[in-house]
């Protein structure tokens, strides 16, 4: 496989102010907020904060953008599908500083901001750009004499929140389908990591997207967020964040009737099964809970071991979790980007968690039903297949679930029982861009990836032509 | 693609067969001439594909297609990719490519560099289709899980035309590659010097060996050999009726291989009394000349209301003789008609002219040959033609229009479907109701409204009746390359 190349020393911060209409410019109140390394607690640099007066600005241009004679309404499908192919590119050509952007301001490792966030990114941009010119109506055969058929036109302004765990990566899995359907779009990234996305602007205006196609505020929630998601003006928020803030932004959209789609949070339950191979099952596991350092919304954070097996799971993750989180820090210590990683185990210097295992965890207990986005780990015993189904979907959320045994014909009674939107048979954490991702119940509304995606971003008209 | 000059005298790069990423001579070691319809002068002389070299190309694409090979293991957005790639190429190069296009088939620059850009086009959408094959899982009864797979259909064989050569290899070739497939493309014996650039294309785009191969060739041989092949699962054949009925009815005594057709057609334009004949009789000339006349899709048979039909006559004919002035060296500026392919069509095509006056139409204009040399023929306008006249019922495939009367709309509809043919009708009109009535009510694949060659690379195309089977372009065109698996479980 190709190696990774070193990220960029000194890297030099370039965008730090809103991007309206194409241009990069300061706040309306002149505000800034500063950009900490959650690595070692520095200030990376203060960028521009945006408020309600910018959020009137930003969505005064996608109007403007969205007007019905616009280059971006005129444009040909395909050709939207080009700017899209380009950005992919773009991205692609500047993968290495925008990795190191993004471990810089995230704190996660540079080599998996490389290899998994912006490979991800890339794949989503360029699968988008191919549905550009494929999102088919219908003609119908209605009852008369009538041509009947429908187009899918584009919803129009799209308020688009997105969170700080995966950044650039969320920033593109709302922007892929909502570009490629025709919206415009004013999205506000989180206030924790708003680097990375400022950066990709630049490149969304070197691509070639009219002014006003897309703008990005960087912000707060209270004094951004909401005034966005309450706007009269856009016809669409996507919010990718807490169920807490979801259930608020759902009220906010009703305001004007705006479409809604929420990916919130999860309580994922993976279930082992007695015949799994233990050191597999423990491996992913791993994976399930400890990616991204538990913050993740479909983290497998309560892991339902079959009781035969119960016993000699518990210590075994113990001591594999503790070496591999430890091993993380250190080659996260020799990675070094110019704005230091930070080096010690267990936060000295910035906010490293130590990893942490409970086991005998009952299903009342507050760690078996709140999301901690941490990496704390609860293990549970169960006795019968029937037992563990109805356990694993008692939750308010419903966002993922895994399964690992080697028969697949319970795995896919066991998938076909739970009430997830994602189950994993023997694997966990794939986010093909060509499958749809999201949440029954609480976990949220809609569906992200896959074809799937357009529906959030089409709004569909029928037409009836009496003949 | 603007402000991009032809080569006069582009360099011959490629004449020999291409199998398994190879140039190869054939296994004979025989040529064959190609010609430069303009000047009649002979370009260069191709390697000539028989059985043995069909056999060759057959297997390196059985072995390229075998269960875990690259190709097949290949994530299909990969696969994608590498079609992208071969767009940027092709757009990279075009200037080359429409000027070799230009000499070897004699259709003017300007026209090439069309077929190239809508080339790139078309490679551009399948590159963007390749990961967006999707099955379905099904609705099943309790304790049983099921689902559809859609395959690639195998080792397909593409037998291309010689009219619009780039092009019509390029949707060949993208449809089979965006389907996951390996193809054998035998081109036309009369231009096969672009389609051959293709297998450049495919090396520097990354495709492994035995996906891409060219066998030139002739149709008695080459051609026959690849449709009588029981190890190729499908042919895919661009040509006329008569080639068409040998394909079909080679497959079936093979090895029952898939077939799709896309022939001829003698098209009906149907022009209503309320037409602003300023407009539309430019409209319906360039309609039916375009290409040369030598277009499957030309509107061939122009039905005209019999209250306007004396006046739009008048003004085909003076449009034609005006035409005259633009037919001439397709690589000069300005130029809107160059000759006619060969020897064998210009005859042809002289042949009906003369079975037209025999039989009683009205020779408005033109009808001869034009210039000493080079095979251009005289905008030709013929009148008064009555639908049992040859030029009415037979593919001319030249520049020569037939305007008929007609005096009811049911009547124009009935006398427009009494065809063999079914490729295309099409409606000149500013009412949009009778448009939508005219369009359900014409036995065509495509309808066309207010405009000819409306195509587009989302657009399925295809024949009814003789016209061909199964349609090309959009979604619905791949289904022709894939095979659907559906995949029962018991739990």
């Known amino acids: ?467 | 693609m603007e402000n991009v000059k032809a080569f006069k005298n582009p360099l011959i790069w490629r004449t020999q067969l291409f199998i398994n990423n190879e140039y190869v001579n054939s296994v004979s070691g025989k040529t064959f001439e190609i010609e430069n319809p303009s000047t009649e002068d002979i370009i260069c002389r191709v390697q000539e594909g028989d059985k043995a070299d069909v056999d060759k190309a057959v297997s390196a694409a059985r072995r390229a297609m075998e269960r875990n090979s690259p190709w097949r293991t290949m994530d299909s957005a990969d696969r994608g990719k590498i079609i992208h790639k071969m767009a940027d190429i092709i757009e990279r190069d075009a200037a080359y490519i429409a000027s070799l296009e230009t000499m070897d088939n004699g259709k003017p620059f300007a026209s090439a560099l069309g077929d190239v850009g809508f080339s790139v086009a078309i490679l551009r959408y399948y590159a963007g289709l390749c990961d967006k094959i999707e099955g379905k899982t099904l609705a099943m009864p309790n304790g049983k899980f099921g689902y559809t797979r859609y395959e690639p259909v195998g080792v397909v064989a593409a037998i291309t035309p010689w009219n619009f050569p780039f092009l019509m290899s390029t949707l060949k070739v993208s449809q089979i590659l965006a389907a996951g497939n390996a193809f054998v493309l035998k081109p036309p014996e009369q231009t096969p010097l672009t389609s051959l650039l293709y297998g450049d294309v495919a090396i520097e785009a990354g495709v492994p060996p035995g996906i891409v191969n060219i066998i030139c060739g002739f149709g008695p041989t080459a051609g026959a050999a690849l449709t009588a092949h029981k190890d190729v699962n499908k042919v895919a054949f661009t040509g006329s009726r008569e080639v068409g009925h040998i394909i079909q009815k080679a497959s079936g005594e093979s090895n029952l291989k898939r077939v799709t057709l896309e022939l001829g057609g003698k098209s009906a334009l149907i022009i209503g009394k309320s037409a602003d004949l300023e407009k539309v009789v430019p409209l319906a000339q360039d309609g039916c000349y375009v290409n040369m006349g030598q277009t499957c899709c030309a509107l061939t048979r122009t039905f005209v209301h019999e209250d306007v039909y004396d006046e739009f006559v008048r003004l085909s004919a003076e449009y034609a003789n005006e035409s005259r002035a633009k037919i001439g060296d397709p690589f000069q500026d300005g130029i809107k008609y160059g000759p006619q392919v060969d020897k064998v069509q210009f005859d042809k095509i002289l042949d009906l002219i003369e079975s037209g006056k025999k039989e009683g139409a009205k020779l408005e204009c033109g009808g001869g040959r034009l210039n000493e040399k080079g095979y251009f023929l005289e905008p030709t306008v013929f009148s008064n033609v009555t639908d049992n006249m040859r030029i009415a019922q037979e593919e001319i495939f030249g520049p020569v229009q037939q305007i008929m009367k007609f005096s009811s709309l049911e009547e124009a509809i009935d006398r427009a479907n009494d065809s063999d043919y079914g490729l295309v009708a099409a409606v000149f009109t500013n009412d949009l109701s009778e448009a939508l009535y005219l369009s359900q009510e014409l036995e065509a694949g495509q309808i066309w409204v207010n405009d000819f060659m409306l195509m587009a690379p989302n657009t399925p195309f295809g024949g009814y009746k003789q016209s061909g089977i199964g349609r090309e372009l959009g979604f619905d065109g791949l289904l022709s390359y894939l095979e659907i698996k559906t995949v029962l479980v018991k739990l």
């Open chain 1, 1 to 467: 496989m190709s190696e990774v190349p070193p990220p960029i020393k000194n890297l030099q911060v370039k965008y730090k102010q809103l991007f309206i209409n194409n241009e990069f410019v300061d706040a309306v109140g002149g505000k800034t907020f500063e950009v900490l390394n959650p690595s070692n607690g520095e200030v990376i640099c203060k960028v521009a904060e945006a408020e309600e007066a910018d959020v009137n600005k930003a969505v005064e241009a996608a109007c403007e953008a969205f007007k019905r004679d616009s280059a971006w309404r005129t444009m040909d499908a395909s050709d939207r599908g080009l700017l899209l192919f380009r950005l992919a590119d773009l991205l692609e050509k500047h993968r290495v500083e925008l990795a190191t952007l993004e471990s810089v301001d995230n704190g996660k490792p540079y080599h998996i901001a490389y290899m998994a966030d912006l490979a991800l990114c890339i794949k989503c941009i360029r699968y988008y750009a191919g549905w550009a010119d494929k999102n088919h109506g219908k003609t119908l055969p209605v009852d008369g004499n009538f041509f009947c058929y429908t187009r899918h036109e584009p919803v129009g302004v799209c308020a688009q929140i997105i969170p700080w765990n995966f950044p650039l990566l969320m920033a593109c899995w709302k922007l892929g389908p909502a570009l490629s359907m025709g919206n415009t779009v004013v999205l506000k990234s989180a206030e924790q990591t708003p680097l990375s996305i400022l950066f990709t602007a630049s490149l969304i205006k070197e691509a070639g997207f009219p002014p006003g196609v897309v703008n990005i505020l960087s912000g707060f929630g209270p004094s951004c967020g909401a005034p966005l998601a309450k706007h009269p003006k856009c016809d669409k928020v996507a919010f990718t964040g807490s169920t807490e803030v979801g259930t608020l932004i759902q009220g906010y959209a009703a305001e004007n009737m705006k479409r809604v789609t929420l990916e919130c949070g999860g309580k994922s339950p993976v279930i082992v099964l007695k015949d799994a191979d233990l050191d597999k099952a423990v491996d992913i596991c791993h994976l399930a809970l400890f990616f991204n350092h538990g913050q993740c919304c479909i983290a497998g954070s309560r892991i339902y071991v079959e009781a035969p097996i119960y016993e000699k799971f518990g210590p075994q993750v113990d001591l594999d979790q503790f070496k591999k989180i430890l091993e993380l820090i250190e080659s996260g210590k020799k990675e070094g980007a110019c704005l230091e990683t930070g080096g010690k185990q267990f936060g000295e210097k910035g906010y490293f968690i130590e990893p942490t295992v409970f086991s005998d965890v009952k299903d009342h207990m507050r760690i078996a039903k709140e999301e901690i986005f941490g990496p704390v780990m609860q293990i549970f015993k169960f006795e019968t297949l029937d037992e563990v189904i109805d356990r694993a979907n008692e939750s308010m959320y419903g966002l993922g679930a895994g399964v690992i045994t080697d028969d697949h014909t319970r795995a896919i009674k066991i998938s076909n029982a739970l009430r997830a939107g994602t189950v994993y048979v023997n694997c966990y954490n794939v986010f093909d861009t060509r499958a749809p991702f999201g949440g029954f119940k609480m976990s949220g509304i809609g569906r992200e990836q896959g074809e799937y995606a357009l529906e959030n971003y089409t709004e569909v008209k029928t037409v009836y032509n009496a003949l």
